[in-house]
C-alpha cells in the first residue's frame, strides 16, 4: 500500500484510527478463556467490530511471543484473518526490531515476506546499516521509533542539543523516502508533533498514546496533521478491554466510532476542501 492508497482510506472513511492488538489472556472476557483458540477469537471479534472505523490494525508482538508457538500462530492466523475479509487495512507489526544486517534482513524477510505485514515499527539506536535492509520491499514500509509516548523517553530522547529524536528524524530521511518511511511520535507530548511536523512534513507518523495513556487526539491533530492528513492514531486498550462482558466486541465497535466520528470533525476542521 502506497501513501496515496493509505490517504485514499483515510478519505473513504473519514478516519486515521488504529487498533492496537495487544490481547492478554488474562484481560480477555471469562467467557472466551477456555477456548481452544482464545487470543484469535478475541482478536477476529474485536476485528469484525470495529473494521468499519478504522484504516490500520497494529499487532503488539510481545503479546503473541509471550505465549511460544501458539501465540505466533495466533498472530498468524490473526493477520491471514484481516488480510482475507478486509484486505484494504493496514497492517502493523510493532516489533520494534533492528540488528545489524542479516539479522535484520532476517526479520524484514519474517515480517514482510512470510506474514505480510504492510509496516514494521523499527528501532534506530544501531544506526543506518540496521534499518536499510528493512527498506526496499515494494508497498512496505519502516516506522522508525522518533519520539516515544513513555515516560523513560527523557532518559535519551532529549539528550544533546538538538535533541537525539530530532537528529534520528533529520538523518534517517537520508535513507528513505516519505514513500517508505514513518515515524513513531507519541500523542502525550503531542506540542512537540509540531516539532517534528516541521522536520517531516511529508512524513506518516504513528501516534500512540491517545486514550488509556491520555493523550488528546485534537492535539494530536493540531500539531500533526498535514495536507493529506499524515497521521495514523493508535488506540489500544481504551477500545479492545472497554468491556469484558459478552457483549465486549459491540461496545469496542461503538469506541472505536466515538473516536472516528471525532476524526471526522477534525478532518473537516483541518482539511476542508477536502
Excluded at 492496537?20 to 477456555?34: Q, R, S, V
Excluded at 515516560?151 to 535513507?175: E, H, M
Excluded at 511536523?197 to 491520555?214: I, M, S, Y
Amino acid at each position: 500500500m502506497n501513501s496515496q492508497q493509505l490517504f485514499g482510506e483515510i478519505l473513504r472513511k473519514r478516519s486515521f484510527l488504529c487498533v492496537g492488538l495487544d490481547t492478554e489472556i488474562e484481560k480477555i472476557p471469562e467467557h472466551l478463556k477456555n477456548g481452544e483458540d482464545s487470543i484469535f477469537e478475541f482478536n477476529k471479534q474485536i476485528v469484525d467490530a470495529t473494521q468499519a472505523f478504522t484504516i490500520a490494525y497494529k499487532p503488539n508482538l510481545a503479546f503473541y511471543e509471550a505465549y511460544g508457538l501458539k501465540g505466533w500462530q495466533c498472530l498468524e492466523k490473526t493477520v491471514q484473518y484481516i488480510r482475507k475479509n478486509y484486505p484494504e487495512q493496514f497492517i502493523i507489526a510493532d516489533a520494534k526490531r533492528g540488528d545489524i544486517g542479516n539479522t535484520s534482513k532476517m526479520y524484514a524477510k519474517a515480517f514482510f515476506e512470510n506474514m505480510d505485514f504492510d509496516a514494521i515499527t523499527v528501532a534506530p539506536y544501531m544506526g543506518e546499516d540496521s534499518v536499510t535492509p528493512f527498506l526496499g520491499h515494494k508497498g512496505k514500509w519502516v516506522i522508525l521509533l522518533g519520539l516515544t509516548s513513555n515516560k523513560g523517553a527523557d532518559d535519551f530522547q532529549f539528550l544533546d542539543t538538538p535533541p537525539l529524536y530530532q537528529q534520528v528524524i533529520k538523518k534517517s530521511q537520508f535513507w528513505a523516502s516519505p514513500e517508505e518511511l514513518m515515524y513513531v511520535a507519541g500523542a502525550t507530548r503531542a506540542s512537540i508533533l509540531g516539532d517534528i511536523r516541521k522536520l517531516a512534513p511529508n512524513h506518516f507518523l504513528l501516534v500512540p498514546g491517545v486514550g488509556a495513556q491520555g493523550g488528546s487526539l485534537a492535539e494530536v491533530a493540531k500539531y500533526g496533521m498535514n495536507a493529506k492528513c499524515g497521521l495514523i492514531v493508535n488506540s489500544s486498550r481504551g477500545i479492545i478491554y472497554a468491556d469484558k462482558s459478552q457483549g465486549f466486541a459491540k461496545v469496542a465497535g461503538e469506541k472505536a466510532k466515538e473516536l472516528r466520528d471525532e476524526m471526522d470533525d477534525l478532518l473537516t476542521a483541518f482539511l476542508p476542501k477536502i
